[in-house]
């Protein structure tokens, strides 16, 4: 898979079990890149094309949401990938993310598989998950 994928989290555990879920799917680690904000992720961006996103909302520095923001404000972006993965219930707020272009929602706590089916669908490839 010749994909790059964007980890978006403000925790390091929740960064480390996304990386290796996405490993899992078939993401080559040196293809899965990280940030813990999201004023990082937009560095990661203008350095590296990214073809999914897989995102926080609630982070320090840069939330998910004003991310979302500001990428839908680059031309050269419109077709990224973003999938929220967060604990956020509020229906308003991913109500707005959609209208962003947020592509999915996962709800943490996420079971593995879902997460690893969710990046292969989105990358098109085949699923390499264990059902």
């Known amino acids: 898979m010749k994909c790059n994928v964007l980890v978006?989290?403000?925790?390091?555990?929740?960064?480390?079990?996304i990386v290796k879920v996405a490993k899992l799917a078939g993401v080559p680690e040196d293809r899965i890149h990280t940030a813990g904000n999201g004023?990082?992720?937009l560095d990661v961006l203008d350095r590296t094309?990214?073809?999914l996103v897989l995102l926080d909302i609630n982070m320090?520095?840069?939330d998910g949401e004003e991310f979302a923001r500001q990428v839908r404000k680059n031309p050269a972006l419109a077709d990224l990938k973003i999938v929220v993965v967060s604990t956020e219930a509020n229906d308003e707020r991913l109500k707005r993310l959609r209208e962003?272009?947020?592509v999915e929602t996962l709800?943490?706590?996420?079971?593995?598989?879902d997460l690893c089916h969710l990046i292969t669908k989105l990358l098109g490839v085949s699923p390499s998950c264990a059902s």
């Open 8 to 17: 978006v989290d403000d925790s390091p555990v929740l960064r480390g079990a």
């Open 49 to 51: 094309w990214i073809d």
């Open 60 to 62: 320090p520095v840069m």
């Open 100 to 102: 962003l272009g947020v």
């Open 39 to 41: 004023q990082e992720a």
């Open 107 to 113: 709800r943490k706590p996420f079971q593995p598989e």
